[in-house]
């Protein structure tokens, strides 16, 4: 046993680092790392599985040369990938390699947040986190755990969580992504759009961009179908502050000031409708409430957007004129991160109701119907029911909130009502980084008795836990299935290529290892993952050993569109596309969007907007040496006579303070005419301050610690980040 510091753990990395650095390719990388311990493995062999460098799961193809993992392709037969990754994907490698990589479970020794640790052996970890947890479940009951998660990986620890009884479990993926989008659609169409959106870009013939930044944000299905619209000659349209990959593709490029879409929405809501270009067979065959929505939009004229948005009304009508051209191979993309503004899903209704207008819902180029591969579950026995609702969202304050609010329950960790949460189980997500103001959050660990943190590197919220249990990466081990609904139904496996390096397992062993060590073992009748994944898939007419060969099979095709046979269902209280909605109304909401101006900057300070890098994934991938070599830390955005005018010029190192006088690490001026004067902008995820993570720390800036200040959605309770003014000073 040996005490961990982070001197210790830079001790370590430090010497990995410099003999890595030799050569900088995966291959040397796979021998200083994956060398010495492995029994010699000759020749090569090529391993299907899917991709977790984001959550988009890409099927993909590994080689593995002489025991060492060499490189990661598409797998052809994937539908998702279609037989390439984006450019994260292809440097996953380097998340296996990561020499700074947790090696072994770890338990804290010193002050919580102060990173010193004792290693201990999983049957120490299990044993503490089983007779603390035992200790707070008699004492608080089992509600008093809550779980936070991230991709696929979390569903072991959801079946963990449930079975304990706790009905407390959330992910970022909701409150901070794309839960706004997903109710304004639900309350629009009945239905969201899926987790792999259904967007027929493709086919599209006009495709309509928001704040979408396709060719940054990569999630790779999007960008292939966006090229091929542009390949194909659709007409883009990009609506964006900044001047973002996509809008170098786009026929008409809108620079809107910053929170101001609903307005631009409205009006082009309105030109359709004044002009009568919409779709009026499908709008009195699918809509309900039309009148009363064509009579609430009748003032938003594109004279009457033009101050709000900054664009010109001849664009705003030329660009309506140009969707209803197109009809109904017109998408206007529903968007994913749509937590912006605090109003957000009344702004994605207003998405979704220019869709419903030019017919897009259901038909070719537009919004198609996916269907998914149905795979029964393995049989256990019932979880026990929790004797105290979910705490979230306590007395449904957020009445068209349709998954669990992760800033919810930081709240009730916080105030300890409606009930005390006592422990929290993190897996897979560096909560410091993903959920807005990172004062509440240490808040809220300060008042936990016991933070557990299942991570694969020493991240940030790993600096925090009482226990740290290392995962091995998923070029290591078993997942759950993968077959969300989407255009060609498929299941596809995750398996490992390689074993892990130290002491780290994969999720699923340490959920049933765990479950076991805490009296959960009746939950867990499964030998190991593979008799699981071979029960599940047997029962939908396939094997473990065909998924293992081919890595993805197809399921049968469906109808995509309601002009080849698919069905218009709409599952909306009147049953049909709601352009008036009576619930949001009886709930005390305006039943059409309406719009209200963001807040203005005060002098001298700008609006601080992010987003992604092709090479980057959120806080995950900074400190992968194959991503951080082509890009080592992010830059801040600010437009030339902007920058002109404060002093500094293109490459100068500044600090950016918000309004709450957070000041960030130094951060490299990128003066650009390619942004607004009133915004600026940088990618998110740099400037990491978890010292172990030798390659990424205090690499870059840090919008997470900037965004102090949130919004939150008043329908389902989202945190809207869009609002935090910022302004630029010297370094020192
Ligand atoms: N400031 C700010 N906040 C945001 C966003 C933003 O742009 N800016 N974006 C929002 C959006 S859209 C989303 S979806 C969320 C994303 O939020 P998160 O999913 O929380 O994203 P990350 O910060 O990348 O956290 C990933 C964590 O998983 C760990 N990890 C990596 N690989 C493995 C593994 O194999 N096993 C385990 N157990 N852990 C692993 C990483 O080390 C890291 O700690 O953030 C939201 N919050
Ligand atoms: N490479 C890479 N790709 C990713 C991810 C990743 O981490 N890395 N993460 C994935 C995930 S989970 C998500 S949610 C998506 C996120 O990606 P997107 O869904 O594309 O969303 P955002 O990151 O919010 O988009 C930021 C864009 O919106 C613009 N913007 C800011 N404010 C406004 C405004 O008021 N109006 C308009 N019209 N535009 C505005 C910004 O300038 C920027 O171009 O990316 C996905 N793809
Ligand atoms: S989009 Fe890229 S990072 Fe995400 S799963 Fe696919 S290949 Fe991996
Ligand atoms: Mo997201």
Redesign the pocket.
Known sequence: MSTYTRRNFLKISAATIAAASVGGKVASYAAENLGGARPPERGERRVPTFC?IC?WKCGAIATVRDGKLWKIEGNPEDPISRGRLCPRGTGGIG?ALDPDRLRTPLIRTGERGAEQWKAVSWDEAFGVIASKLAHLKAEHGPESLALFS??I?GAHFHHLAKAFGTPNMA???FA???GPRDTGFTLTFGDGVGGIERTDMRNSDCLVLIGTHLGENMHNTQVQEFSEAVGRGASIIVVDPRFSVAASKAKYYLPIKPGTDTALLLAWMNVLVSEKLYDTEYVSKYGFGFEQFAASIRSYTPEWAFPETGIEPELIRATAREMARHRPASLVHPG??S?WYGNDSQRSRAVALLNALLGSWGRKGGIYVASSVDIPAYPHIPYPKPARAALDNPGNRYPFAGEAITTGIREATITGKPYPIKAWMV?????L????NQQETIQAIQNLDFLVV????P????GWADVVLP????LERYDELSSDPFRDPFVSLRQPVVESPHDQKP?WWIAKNLGEKMGLGAYFPWKDMEDYLDHRLRGAGYTLDQLKRVGVVRGPKQPLYFEEGATPEFDTPSGKIEFYSLQLQKAGFDPVPVYTPPEAPPPGYYRLL???ASVH????TENNRILADVMPENALWVNTAVARGLGFKDGDYVVVRNLDGVRSNRIQVRATERIRPDCVYMV??FGHTSKALTKAFGHGAS??QL?TRYKTDPLMGGTG?NVNFVTLESEV
């Open positions: 977790d959550f998340h991230h991709g990986g992910a970022p993926s901070q992504c794309r994913r991160h937590n897996y897979a997500t560096n909560l980084y993903s959920l807005p299942v991570d694969a590197l991240s940030e919220i790993a995962e091995s990466v998923y999720g992010f987003g992604r994934t959120f806080s995950r998110h995820g919008d997470s965004l980040l």
